[in-house]
């Protein structure tokens, strides 16, 4: 029962033959039975969970209008704020915060009658690629356990992988929903900048980050988004937009689609297994009635990363400074010094990766350096977003690998902070141009999964998921499911 999808799940129990409360005890009896292998959580909110399916059931029972989401498990990412639930974001400095209030998507999944089973492990603040930077523990991959399983959102993806719950929601701030879905295996989309609150997400880089679903298909991408994508006056950057019925974009007829296939994302140290999966898989849309460029190339590419790296840790560096040990959260008290208690408080409050990039950012964004290096990347910014926008006067989708490799082994790249920056080089330039995305699941190699992006102008959420959607009537690649 845990392995069904949103759509299956709502089927039946629309339909009376299961209810919440054993959809939600199978999940926990799964959780049970594999998080001591896999570590995904940080915290299991069971009782809550029971709670809440059986008011599901309730409504259900009273034959209430119930939607597609009601009375069905989800797993939300520690950086998502749950009132009166301990929300860490992995680290130390939050490790006993507990939020007085809910961000928006869960105030929104409550309305839908969601049950929450718990929070999943990540990336300290969300800063990483493999979930090694949790001050928790590390997660690890269920297709092979001495694997990680991507970052930031590792715990949201493991979790679904191994049915822990039915889908997971991640946060994605250039690469965080799908890297992570592509090493494990499931369906990941991030949203277009803008479309889903950001309030109550702990922000990492505001003008980057986006909150998005991991499920095991895109027809649940669709049910989910349908929810979460909403105006949100508590978000600046919130964008009314006239929100259509993702579920029903979803046909299976490509004819006239035009997808770009950008060369600059079949990078040197591509994993010859990746690149031949995703052609592979980009043919089979060619079968469904898809034009196919193979030729197209986006140059300034080639710059995201550096560009990310200088704009990411500058806003982080910002965005981080509130915590002081005064406010909320951890706090050293050993000391009547003031200054030292913030200095201490931030020192053992804070992992290495998220001091690096505190500092990164504080030095780019320092006068001197300011022109230098924070000027310089929003202009490239600005090149990187018109480049896209050119592209998608010709086509409507552009299609990549998700990562250049398969899921590398835990600790392979801890003391290379370069090559794990690198393993999110296809991703991060759609953070940068605030453009939705999605991974989807194209092939194994060595049994590891590998993940495919489509990608589509601001707002285009529909075709990107009637592509995925086509493509998986026609593979079974996202039905496969880890031995464990
Ligand atoms: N891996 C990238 C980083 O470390 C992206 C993380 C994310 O999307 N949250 O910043």
């Not at 033959?17 to 570590?39: G, M, P, W, Y």
């Not at 690890?140 to 356990?145: A, E, G, R, T, V």
């Not at 499920?215 to 978000?235: G, R, S, Y």
């Not at 898989?281 to 196919?292: M, Q, R, S």
Request: charged share 20%; glycine share 8%.
């Amino acid at each position: 029962m845990n392995q069904l999808t949103i759509h299956e799940a709502h089927q039946l129990l629309k339909t009376k033959k299961i209810s919440s409360v054993e959809l939600t005890k199978a999940c926990l009896n799964r959780i049970h039975q594999v998080d001591s292998k896999v570590q995904a959580l940080i915290t299991v909110t069971e009782n809550i969970a029971l709670k809440q399916a059986h008011k599901a059931d309730e409504l259900i029972a009273n034959g209430t209008n119930i939607n597609a989401l009601t009375g069905i498990p989800a797993i939300i990412k520690d950086n998502i704020c749950t009132k009166g639930i301990l929300t860490t974001c992995a680290s130390k400095m939050l490790g006993n915060f507990v939020p007085p209030y809910n961000a928006t998507v869960i105030d929104i999944l409550n309305t839908c009658g969601a049950v929450f089973m718990g929070k999943a492990n990540m990336d300290e603040f969300a800063m990483g690629s493999s979930t090694e930077n949790s001050a928790m523990f590390t997660t690890h991959n269920p297709w092979d356990l001495n694997r990680v399983p991507g970052g930031s959102s590792g715990g949201s993806a493991a979790a679904v992988a191994v049915g822990e719950a039915i889908y997971a929601l991640g946060s994605d701030t250039g690469g965080s929903i799908r890297q992570p879905a592509g090493f494990c295996s499931v369906t990941g989309l991030k949203p277009t900048y803008g479309s889903v609150s950001r309030y109550g997400l702990v922000a990492f880089a505001s003008s980057l980050d986006q909150i998005g679903p991991l499920t095991q298909d895109a027809n649940d991408c669709a049910l989910v988004l349908n929810a979460i994508a909403n105006f949100d006056d508590k978000d600046s950057t919130s964008v009314p937009y006239a929100k259509p019925d993702y579920n029903q974009c979803l046909n299976t007829d490509l004819k006239g689609l035009k997808v770009g296939v950008p060369k600059e994302y079949f990078v040197t140290g591509i994993q010859p297994e990746v690149e031949t999966a995703i052609r592979t898989a980009i043919k089979k849309l060619e079968d469904l009635g898809a034009y196919v460029d193979w030729e197209v190339s986006l140059p300034h590419t080639l710059y995201a990363l550096a560009v990310y790296y200088i704009i990411a840790p500058s806003e982080a560096s910002a965005n981080l400074a509130r915590y002081d040990g005064v406010k909320y959260g951890f706090s050293y008290q050993d000391t009547g010094n003031m200054w030292q208690a913030m200095e201490k408080t931030r020192q053992y409050g804070f992992g290495d990766e998220v001091k690096r990039r505190i500092m990164l950012g504080t030095y780019a964004l320092s006068a001197g350096y300011y022109d230098a290096y924070y000027l310089k990347a929003q202009k490239v910014r600005t090149l990187i977003r018109q480049e896209f926008d050119q592209a998608f006067e010709k086509y409507d989708v552009l299609i990549t690998p998700t990562s250049p490799s398969i899921p590398f082994k835990i600790g392979e790249k801890t003391n290379d902070p370069i090559q794990m920056y690198l393993s999110d080089v296809c991703t991060l330039p759609i953070n940068i141009a605030g453009l939705p995305a999605i991974s989807i699941p194209a092939g194994f190699t060595d049994d590891l999964p590998i993940g495919m992006q489509i990608i589509a102008k601001p707002f285009a959420e529909e075709t990107i998921l009637k592509t995925a959607h086509a493509f998986q009537q026609i593979t079974n690649w996202h039905k496969q499911k880890p031995a464990l």
